[in-house]
């Protein structure tokens, strides 16, 4: 992307007042993820079964879990698991399915019928079903390292969640290797990875980015989901989908163990559909009326 | 004669990626973690006895490929193998089938009452206060996770209000709650769709020319605007059955209904690895399946597809 584009994509996103609202939020949440002390001082392993479903008050502004443990350290700490996965999973996703889709829109004729084919076949398994499958066959449990656990669950994403990615990217791509300057290229001797790093890539990347924004809070969505039904992240990590499902149980009795991890989680997936929004309208300004 | 080669390609399309999607299901599910049985008894090694009939029952002392024959043989003659408990799976998914089917079905029907509706009325007049509310509602409903707007419509409608059961008790009106929230998602990217796609058509010179002529505005939006814009809508319904098979498991999880989605996360909590493939190859068809149905009504709606 030339500096000038840049500049302008930056210019625009600048207008959006959502880009603002959305990176404020993010940037709380990212200084959440990487420095949790900053926000609370208890320790979210620090449980007494003595305080076990307790309610807001006195120090504990979010009340205690089931564990009695303190909810507000919890639902801060929380934050990490959920941004790692995201972010880990969206690199993963646009890695393999832009690489994916890069090489079928490039090269055309048999590469693409078979990737093209390929990408059909996992595109007719739905996310949540999928991502559920691939953590049955690789169960963890509480004596799972913490990194393990969290592998697997961006593992189970990555495996299903590519394709779309990949789709779009194939687009782009034959769009933007049938301009002049592609063939002008070719025709002065540069070879497929200059021509792909300098003129392709850089104009067909545009939607991805897009995409990726909006795709780092569904797949935060998606862990939180599998957590909650008990087959994503497990209990020694700190978790808001594993908070949410342990306090499921006690909807009526105890309604703050959900509200606040619902709500940080909610707001979390928000920013992501806004920012994406933000991005989508800085690529593609709305046409100016009358023409 | 083009429309039946359409027809043709699409089902020469739907059969690669019917096999292969079963295939990949049964191969991450059998294959993938190297002993399939492994660690599916707790802490303690599993008996002989079940290592026995597992591998009886699924072939796995046979090569990867013969076994997923033998499966699919299997299910297209009706056999799925049993339960734990020895009840046929087929059996146990057929008994459970029809509160799925109409948990799905009234999701499916508000998803197309409620976001048509919603859509239509927001592109009638773009950037007024109607189509704002309307845009930001459908943001929030986005954003928060299907489990999340469960567990608050149990506790606001359930709970509080007192307007709907809290758990399911497998009738119509108890169904309504867990339907609605299963749609919701959906809702709100019909209804974005629907704007999209009605501002657009509305905008067409056609649609000028019936304006011009004193065709009346309620017909003008009505037989160019939401009958042309219906057409992206139908796919995307179509498309959208993959959140909403999903959100089935999540939504008969909360409002406690005996469907298809309880019997995949029971199977999964129990470690029945039989049970868990049947569900989610018969789930995975079934969304395959009526995706291509809604490919084949296609030309139906839209007749340029025919000639293309």
């Known amino acids: 992307m030339s500096d000038t584009r840049r500049g302008r994509i930056w210019t625009r996103l600048g207008r959006q007042p959502t880009f603002y609202v959305a990176a404020v939020i993010l940037s709380v949440l990212a200084l959440m993820a990487l420095a949790p002390g900053l926000f609370t001082s208890t320790d979210p392993m620090d449980c007494d079964l003595a305080f076990s479903r307790v309610g807001p008050g006195d120090g504990a502004y979010f009340g205690y879990n089931l564990q009695g443990c303190d909810l507000y350290s919890r639902t801060i700490h929380g934050a990490r698991a959920s941004l790692v996965v995201g972010v880990f999973a969206t690199t993963l996703v646009v890695l393999i399915g832009g690489g994916l889709g890069t090489v079928a829109g490039y090269f055309g004729s048999w590469v693409d019928a078979v990737v093209s084919r390929i990408t059909d076949v996992f595109f007719g398994i739905p996310l949540l079903l999928g991502a559920l499958v691939v953590l049955v066959a690789f169960p963890s449990d509480v004596t799972t390292p913490a990194w393990q656990t969290t592998g697997k669950v961006v593992l189970a994403i990555t495996v299903l969640g590519w394709t779309t990615v990949a789709r779009i990217m194939r687009a782009d791509v034959i769009e933007a290797k049938e301009a002049d300057y592609v063939d002008a290229a070719r025709s002065l001797g540069a070879g497929h990875w200059a021509i792909l790093r300098r003129h392709v890539l850089p104009n067909a990347i545009a939607p991805v980015l897009a995409w990726a924004t909006v795709a780092v809070g569904t797949f935060i969505a998606v862990e939180a989901t599998l957590s909650f039904i008990g087959i994503g992240l497990q209990p020694p990590v700190v978790s808001w989908g594993v908070e949410i499902g342990e306090a499921q149980a006690y909807v009526r009795q105890s309604p703050h163990m959900i509200v606040f991890p619902s709500a940080f989680l909610s707001v979390t997936v928000l920013a992501f559909v806004l920012l994406g929004d933000a991005v989508r309208r800085a690529l593609h300004p709305p046409r100016p009326k009358g023409r | ?308």
């Open chain 2, 1 to 308: 004669m083009c429309m039946r080669r359409y027809v043709l390609r699409r089902l020469l399309q739907f059969v690669p990626v019917l096999l292969g999607a079963t295939f990949l299901i049964y191969a991450m599910m059998w294959a993938l973690p190297g002993d399939p049985l492994a660690g599916r008894c707790g802490d303690r090694a599993c008996p002989q006895s079940y290592v026995d009939r597992m591998t009886e029952a699924y072939n796995l002392s046979d090569p990867l490929v013969v076994q997923y024959v033998k499966y699919m043989a299997g299910v297209f003659t009706g056999d799925l193998g049993t339960t734990f408990a020895g009840v046929p799976v087929a059996d146990e998914l057929l008994s459970r089938l029809p509160l799925t089917a109409q948990l799905a079905g009234l999701a499916i029907v508000f998803e197309i009452i409620l976001g048509v509706t919603a859509g239509v009325l927001a592109a009638l007049r773009p950037g007024g206060l109607l189509d704002s509310a309307i845009l930001v509602s459908t943001l929030i409903v986005v954003a928060i996770p299907m489990f999340v707007l469960a567990l608050l419509g149990q506790s606001f409608f359930g709970v509080e209000l007192g307007w709907f059961p809290v758990t399911s008790d497998g009738s119509l009106l108890s169904l309504i709650l867990p339907a609605v929230v299963l749609g919701s998602v959906s809702v709100a990217v019909v209804a974005r769709v629907m704007r999209s796609s009605m501002i657009a058509s509305l905008q067409a010179d056609h649609v000028r020319t019936a304006q011009a002529k004193g065709l009346a505005p309620r017909r003008v939006v009505v037989a160019h605007g939401v009958r042309n814009s219906l057409i992206p809508v139908t796919t995307l319904v179509g498309a959208d059955l993959g959140v909403l098979l999903g959100g089935t498991v999540v939504v008969e999880m909360i409002f406690n209904i005996n469907g298809i989605g309880d019997l995949l996360l029971r199977s999964v909590g129990d470690g029945e690895i039989g049970t868990v493939t049947a569900t989610v190859t018969m789930l995975v068809l079934a969304f395959l399946i009526i995706n291509l149905v809604v490919d084949l009504l296609y030309p139906l709606l839209d007749p340029r597809i025919r000639h293309e």
